[in-house]
């Protein structure tokens, strides 16, 4: 069997995980689950080492719990975490250098995951608080303003997080809508694989929110330091592009610069 790595996608509910990682497994010497009996075929489903109920990943409130916030020297920083793991998702993967799991709830576990498999990388996904706000308030009853500084408060856990990961990429949703060929180069070249023609005709699911809430200057203020501002507005923004190879990085950087030239 191929040694294999992990890559983890992790991201607030609703924005844009899913699709992320469809186009990670669609990159040469990538495998992802596929058609698992299980939500978006999420892999945090198909494992018992690290209890997962409805309380546990819950939209608009995981992401600040506390007890959900896994990292290395934590009660699940141990072999047989790591051991049940690997047992528990390797049915449901192809044979492949790469394995792309998605959840979620990654978001506030790739410290301990980087614990339990050194090598693997992170892509952190971000979407426009006002739209993810709307968005998943056909899941639960919380008004948009919490829901934004939920998602505000969230992100200032990762940004603290991101400093300890060796491997770790950002990529918005929005500039995947925008231009998927310079989005699935970076991604590539941060797995070190070759790319392949990105999907064309992605629908721009913020389009459906316009209007629907608006970040209170305050909030747009911290919002800023993700390129977000207030009426869905995006500005550019460099990103994070982390890795112990100075190649990789390079290599990222180069792939976004050409591609968003063509």
């Given at each position: 069997?191929?040694?294999?790595?992990?890559?983890?996608?992790?991201?607030l509910?609703?924005?844009?995980?899913?699709?992320?990682?469809?186009?990670?497994?669609?990159?040469?010497?990538v495998?992802?689950?596929?058609?698992a009996?299980?939500?978006?075929?999420?892999g945090?489903?198909?494992?018992?080492?690290?209890?997962?109920?409805?309380?546990h990943g819950?939209?608009?409130?995981?992401?600040t719990?506390?007890?959900?916030?896994?990292?290395?020297?934590?009660?699940?920083?141990?072999?047989?975490t790591?051991?049940?793991?690997?047992?528990d998702?390797?049915?449901?993967?192809?044979?492949?250098?790469w394995?792309?799991?998605k959840?979620p709830?990654?978001?506030?576990?790739?410290?301990?995951?980087?614990?339990l498999?050194?090598?693997?990388?992170?892509?952190?996904?971000?979407?426009?608080p006002?739209?993810?706000?709307?968005?998943?308030?056909?899941?639960?009853?919380?008004d948009?303003?919490?829901?934004m500084?939920h998602?505000?408060?969230?992100?200032?856990i990762v940004?603290?997080?991101?400093?300890?990961?060796?491997?770790?990429i950002?990529v918005?949703?929005?500039?995947?809508?925008?231009?998927?060929?310079?989005?699935?180069?970076?991604?590539a070249?941060?797995?070190?694989?070759?790319?392949?023609?990105?999907?064309?005709?992605?629908?721009?699911?913020?389009?459906?929110?316009?209007?629907?809430?608006?970040?209170?200057?305050s909030?747009?203020?911290?919002?800023?330091?993700?390129?977000?501002?207030?009426?869905?507005?995006?500005?550019?923004?460099?990103?994070?592009?982390?890795?112990?190879?100075?190649?990789?990085?390079?290599?990222?950087?180069?792939?976004?610069?050409?591609?968003?030239?063509t």
């Open positions: 069997m191929t040694p294999h790595r992990y890559v983890f996608v992790g991201g509910h609703r924005s844009g995980t899913s699709l992320v990682a469809r186009v990670i497994g669609d990159l040469p010497g495998s992802a689950i596929n058609a009996p299980v939500p978006e075929n999420e945090v489903y198909l494992q018992g080492a690290i209890p997962h109920t409805a309380r819950m939209p608009m409130q995981f992401a719990d506390p007890a959900q916030h896994h990292k290395e020297g934590s009660y699940f920083d141990r072999l047989e790591q051991m049940r793991l690997e047992r998702w390797a049915p449901f993967f192809a044979d492949a250098p394995r792309v799991e959840s709830v990654n978001l506030t576990r790739m410290r301990l995951y980087q614990q498999f050194p090598l693997s990388q992170f892509v952190v996904v971000t979407r426009h006002e739209a993810v706000a709307a968005a998943t308030s056909k899941w639960v009853d919380i948009h303003d919490t829901m500084d998602w505000l408060d969230a992100h200032d940004r603290r997080d991101l400093a300890y990961l060796h491997a770790v950002t918005r949703y929005e500039d995947l809508i925008a231009n998927p060929t310079a989005t699935l180069a970076r991604l070249a941060f797995l070190d694989v070759d790319t392949v023609p990105a999907p064309q005709g992605i629908r721009d699911g913020n389009l459906d929110y316009a209007g629907t809430g608006t970040l209170f200057a909030q747009a203020e911290r919002a800023s330091e993700w390129g977000y501002g207030p009426g869905l507005k995006v500005s550019p923004w460099v990103g994070v592009n982390s890795h112990p190879l100075r190649r990789i990085v390079e290599n990222v950087e180069a792939a976004a610069g050409r591609e968003a030239l």
